[in-house]
């Protein structure tokens, strides 16, 4: 299944590994320091200053324009019973 997440950008379910609301973005030292190493090496994509969601991938990080609760909805509508794994939502 494919979760769309803004931006015209679709990712298989199966690859994302979390989606960081924008409010731990924001307070947290530890992951803003991984943005900016992230944006250092070249695999963070998206524009900071419209983002309410990080999405961490196997092999990426994606910034959404879309908040993390809209992107959990959308997800589970996604994932089927018979999908191995689940998707977990917490606002912190």
Do not use: C, F
């Not at 320091?33 to 998206?46: A, K, T």
């Not at 959308?74 to 019973?81: H, T, W």
Request: charged share 20%; net charge positive; hydrophobic share 40%.
């Amino acid at each position: 299944m494919y979760l769309h997440i803004g931006h015209d950008i679709m990712l298989e379910i199966q690859n994302i590994i979390a989606i960081i609301n924008k409010n731990l973005m924001d307070h947290s030292p530890d992951v803003r320091q991984m943005i900016y190493r992230y944006r250092s090496l070249g695999v963070l994509e998206g524009d900071l200053t419209d983002a309410k969601s990080l999405i961490l991938t196997k092999d990426r990080i994606i910034l959404s324009s879309i908040s993390a609760s809209t992107l959990y909805k959308r997800a589970n509508r996604s994932v089927s019973k018979s999908t191995v794994g689940s998707v977990w939502y917490t606002e912190m």
